[in-house]
């Protein structure tokens, strides 16, 4: 029979096992493809010998997940797509601060929540698309100028339900005012060639086949389409150079309120901040590296530099609310 005394030694070697076994894996909740993802959880698990668990699914039952999960939770960390979506679980309380001077130093300040509950890991912009058989370069200036009447019957759209949509609309609201930004959405709603579009792919496709000439998309859409056709007879533009820049939103990732493993969870993040995976996170899925010292790929590159907006990204999800419900006033649907 054991005594007392090795009986503590074995239970304490039973836990610290538990502990260590434990940390060589980090579950993450994630609403991007697998593809996009798995390639970079691969490596790190390759440099670290740590696992990580991925489940994929939409954000919004991810985060439902999260928060009915609570104590009990499963996931370490959520990973999704543009701050808006962000905010929302940071509002929630299913995420909680990340402290980690690493990241602070990888991530400036505008791609992070002040809070600290979530940080950028790829950039994309949304911006303009236009035919290059119909349109000239020249003739474009402004998000708001594609109000004007020279678009009218010219203009795509994708839904205004797209967080993406709502996150564009919140930054104007944030630059010019309610009043001014529902006089702009109300001119693009006029200007609408076609019923609005469920994603950006087919609202490209609808320039290349005629049935608009602009459009307002993300930029890596584009970037797949044009890998797949080189020849695409339309280009991206990079609207308000000469005020504000142009709109540029992330995918991003939170450490949960209840994370069973933070300080794995944390370090993988770092690492996903850094350049080896900035390198590999962006270039993938065509997206432009949150950290600066990281250059995006040679496809991203070739489609050219641009001033972006400075407007904190968060406030993308602070304006969610109130851009909802200026676009339904508006009529974009």
């Given at each position: 029979?054991?005594?007392?005394?090795?009986?503590?030694?074995?239970?304490?070697?039973?836990?610290?096992?538990?502990?260590?076994?434990?940390a060589d894996e980090v579950v993450v909740y994630s609403s991007r493809i697998d593809e996009l993802i798995k390639p970079v959880f691969d490596a790190y698990t390759a440099k670290?010998?740590?696992?990580?668990?991925?489940?994929?699914?939409?954000?919004?039952?991810?985060?439902?997940?999260?928060?009915?999960?609570?104590?009990?939770?499963?996931?370490?960390?959520?990973?999704?797509?543009?701050?808006?979506?962000l905010w929302q679980a940071e509002q929630m309380g299913i995420l909680k601060p990340i402290k980690s001077a690493v990241i602070d130093a990888n991530i400036p300040k505008q791609y992070r929540a002040s809070s600290g509950d979530w940080t950028g890991l790829s950039l994309r912009a949304r911006t303009i698309a236009y035919s290059t058989e119909r349109v000239k370069p020249e003739e474009l200036s402004t998000y708001e100028a594609?109000?004007?009447?020279?678009?009218?019957?010219?203009?795509?759209?994708?839904?205004?339900?797209?967080?993406?949509?709502?996150?564009?609309?919140?930054?104007?609201?944030?630059?010019?005012?309610?009043?001014k930004t529902e006089a702009i959405i109300k001119g693009w709603v006029n200007n609408l060639s076609t019923d609005v579009f469920s994603d950006d792919t087919a609202l490209l496709q609808a320039i290349n086949a005629g049935q608009c000439d602009v459009g307002i998309v993300n930029t890596y859409y584009y970037g797949r389409l044009h890998k797949d056709n080189p020849q695409l007879p339309v280009k991206l533009f990079w609207p308000n150079q000469a005020d504000r820049g142009v709109h540029v939103n992330l995918s991003g990732i939170g450490l949960t309120r209840y994370a069973p493993h933070p300080e794995a969870a944390v370090k993988l993040v770092e690492w996903m901040t850094g350049e080896e995976a900035q390198k590999m996170f962006a270039g993938i899925n065509q997206e432009f590296p949150a950290n600066p010292k990281v250059a995006p790929s040679e496809e991203v590159a070739a489609w050219g530099t641009f001033k972006a907006d400075t407007i904190p990204v968060e406030l993308a999800g602070k304006r969610q609310a109130e851009a909802i419900r200026l676009m339904d006033r508006a009529g974009w649907n």
């Open positions: 029979m054991l005594s007392r005394k090795h009986l503590l030694a074995a239970l304490t070697l039973t836990l610290f096992g538990g502990v260590a076994q434990a670290t010998g740590v696992k990580i668990k991925f489940i994929t699914d939409k954000e919004a039952p991810l985060m439902q997940r999260i928060k009915a999960e609570g104590e009990n939770a499963t996931a370490d960390l959520l990973l999704t797509v543009d701050a808006g979506n594609l109000a004007d009447k020279q678009w009218e019957g010219r203009l795509c759209l994708r839904t205004a339900k797209k967080v993406y949509n709502q996150s564009l609309t919140a930054t104007l609201i944030e630059t010019h005012g309610a009043e």
